[in-house]
T-cell receptor, first 113, second 114 residues
Framework: SQQGEEDPQALSIQEGENATMNCSYKTSINNLQWYRQNSGRGLVHLILIRSNEREKHSGRLRVTLDTSKKSSSLLITASRAADTASYFCATDSYTGANSKLTFGKGITLSVRP | DVKVTQSSRYLVKRTGEKVFLECVQDMDHENMFWYRQDPGLGLRLIYFSYDVKMKEKGDIPEGYSVSREKKERFSLILESASTNQTSMYLC?????????????FGEGSWLTVV
């Protein structure tokens, strides 16, 4: 079953603008991760935020987590054409001996040069 | 760098054929996963394995089986391929960590069943 739901489904912006993508989930999580997928390729991990963290930065990426609202946002600042890709949130609801991630359906980001 | 290698990038198979998708990782990871990805549905977990010879069903295991005889290799088997199994298949691996796993993906295998 899919846990994370991204919003919007598609986003088109001009190079240099900021891109904000949102993810909502239903059940308690241990951490939330964002992944990126270039067209026709595998997914690449971008950033992880733990349930006891509220905000995290990595380069031009900023992730926030609001566990009371069960939501997260990924902000890409000063976007570039090379940021064009699909972005997925994944939730880790580990309860047993091991954990597995559940992915959302993804957001397609297009950055126009 | 972690490398997850899927043996076939593109395959075309006939309905009813038995299909093997092979995946090898070079980082001694305990966990390995098979996902399928379809437009509008995102990634869905088929099977995963947390140790050699161990396997657990994911969200959509019907029509698939898996094999993990060696730690580095995880195979997805379509016993009798059907057209609704046309999809992109993604293999992934991660280390044995209770939480905070980063999953490393292969490049994907595009399977068309005709």
């Amino acid at each position: 079953s899919q846990q994370g739901e991204e919003d919007p489904q598609a986003l088109s912006i001009q190079e240099g603008e900021n891109a904000t993508m949102n993810c909502s989930y239903k059940t308690s999580i241990n951490n939330l991760q964002w992944y990126r997928q270039n067209s026709g390729r595998g997914l690449v991990h971008l950033i992880l935020i733990r349930s006891n963290e509220r905000e995290k930065h990595s380069g031009r990426l900023r992730v926030t987590l609001d566990t009371s609202k069960k939501s997260s946002s990924l902000l890409i600042t000063a976007s570039r054409a090379a940021d064009t890709a699909s972005y997925f949130c994944a939730t880790d609801s580990y309860t047993g001996a091991n954990s597995k991630l559940t992915f959302g359906k993804g957001i397609t980001l297009s950055v126009r040069p | 760098d972690v490398k997850v290698t899927q043996s076939s990038r593109y395959l075309v198979k006939r309905t009813g054929e038995k299909v093997f998708l092979e995946c090898v990782q070079d980082m001694d990871h305990e966990n390995m996963f098979w996902y399928r990805q379809d437009p509008g549905l995102g990634l869905r977990l088929i099977y995963f394995s947390y140790d050699v010879k161990m396997k657990e069903k994911g969200d959509i295991p019907e029509g698939y089986s898996v094999s993990r005889e060696k730690k580095e290799r995880f195979s997805l088997i379509l016993e009798s391929a059907s057209t609704n199994q046309t999809s992109m298949y993604l293999c992934a691996s991660s280390p044995w960590i209770n939480s905070g796993n980063t999953i490393y993906f292969g490049e994907g295998s595009w399977l068309t069943v005709v």
